[in-house]
């Protein structure tokens, strides 16, 4: 796997979601199931789409103590998910115990990333907000130390923090990297955000992008315009 455009399917339920995979004509896009979809249809939705021959990314974003968040991945590592990921602020003791959750029996396991500041968090958030008092940047380094310490795969960060976290962290480990935008659309609630080409020049592994693609008017051609930007 790598370098790919991973659809975000922020939808309320499965009939929309369907809607829109079915515009997707023999292309089985990379993609992103969220808290709004999981919760709303529970892990068979995740089987169905793993089933229509989609790669996974479960996006569930666990941190909770070490024991809970062990349990919740053992709940949903025989899913069939390609990644799925935690928040590095739970500590590197949850994040070990995320991993071993996600273990199964042989061996394997999906992908394991963990989130570093969400995209939307600025640094005005952070300094007077969550009282964190160092740059946005050095955080989003260290929680990245700290996953892979915990023997994570990669981070997810915003793409602006992708080169940094490779040339500090090691170039192997992943950047996943929402906040994503075409050049003139608007931000939402996005705070780090950057367009396709230039998280390319950055380097990150996998670009993340939500509504861009399925808000746009023909989502199809947004697809392919960010696969043609990104991976060329
Ligand atoms: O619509 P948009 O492209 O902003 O969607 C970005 C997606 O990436 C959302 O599903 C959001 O939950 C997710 N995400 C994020 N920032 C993170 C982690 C995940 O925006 N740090």
């Known amino acids: 796997m790598g370098k790919d455009v991973i659809i975000a399917l922020d939808f309320p339920n499965a009939e929309e979601t369907y809607a829109f995979l079915d515009k997707f004509t023999g292309r089985k896009p990379f993609v992103k199931i969220g808290m ?5 249809e529970g892990p068979e939705i995740v089987k169905k789409i793993k089933a229509r021959g989609h790669k ?3 996006d569930l974003k666990l941190h909770d103590i070490p024991n809970t968040v062990k ?3 053992q709940s949903l590592r025989d899913l069939g998910v390609d990644m799925t990921n935690v928040h590095a602020a739970g500590g590197v003791k949850m994040m070990q115990a995320a991993v071993e959750g996600l273990t199964r029996e042989d061996g394997t396991r999906p992908l394991l990333i963990a989130v570093t500041q969400l995209t939307s968090t600025s640094q005005e958030t952070m300094t007077n907000e969550l009282l964190i008092d160092h740059p946005i940047e050095d955080v989003v380094v260290q929680y990245a130390e700290n996953a892979k310490a915990a023997g994570l795969d990669g ?3 915003s793409p602006l923090e992708a080169g940094k976290i490779h040339t500090e962290v090691g170039a192997g480990f992943l950047t996943v990297t929402p906040g994503i935008r075409f050049a003139g659309d608007a931000k939402g609630d996005q705070s780090r955000v950057t367009t396709p080409e230039k998280a390319r020049e950055i ?4 670009i993340v992008i939500g509504r861009s693609i ?3 008017v023909d989502p199809v051609a947004a ?6 930007d990104f991976v060329g």
């Open 36 to 40: 709004e979809l999981f919760y709303a």
């Open 56 to 58: 996974i990314f479960l």
């Open 71 to 73: 349990g919740g991945m």
């Open 155 to 157: 981070v997810v960060c």
């Open 203 to 206: 380097g990150s592994d996998y």
């Open 214 to 216: 399925t808000k746009a």
């Open 223 to 228: 697809y392919e315009r960010a696969m043609q």
